[in-house]
């Protein structure tokens, strides 16, 4: 099992600025293309943003459905790579990833998918909002918890006027 970190998404902070999808571009490309980014913000009803991006699954079936093993995880740091030397560009990992992680460049029509930066994501650090978040995955629940405990001490305060 691989310990790793993770981006983490807070959608009550996401502005929409999409400043995420512009510096992934240009850090990986060279131009600012959305389109060309590894990391995408789908806008739903008005003010609703939901990245989407490789989420460098335990058991990627990416990796797994690969018929030519283009697709191995860096055993330094613990996160997914492509190698396109091996690469045939058949599309089966971008059929088979449920989360859109894998993705086609529109230029190159080569396969992509986002690599964390390296273990330093760019998005993360340009999120003005801090929307994004790269924190170790047992952050994960932690964070969930105390977002709970923040809920029900909210809904208990509301009622504890009306109780006496």
Known sequence: MRKMKVIIYNPEKCIGCRLCESVCSIKHTGTASPMRSRIKILKRLEY?????????CEDPICMLIC?????TIDSKLGIMKLDYDVC??????VEACPFGGAQ?????RKIFMCDLCEGDPLCVKVCPGEALEFVEESEIV???REKIIEM????????KGLIR
């Open 48 to 56: 609703v943003f939901v990245p989407v991006r490789c989420r460098q």
């Open 67 to 71: 018929p030519v093993n283009a697709i």
């Open 88 to 93: 045939r560009g058949c599309r089966i990992c």
């Open 104 to 108: 086609i460049d529109p230029v190159e």
């Open 142 to 144: 932690y964070r969930k």
């Open 152 to 159: 029900y001490t909210k809904i208990l305060e509301s009622y």
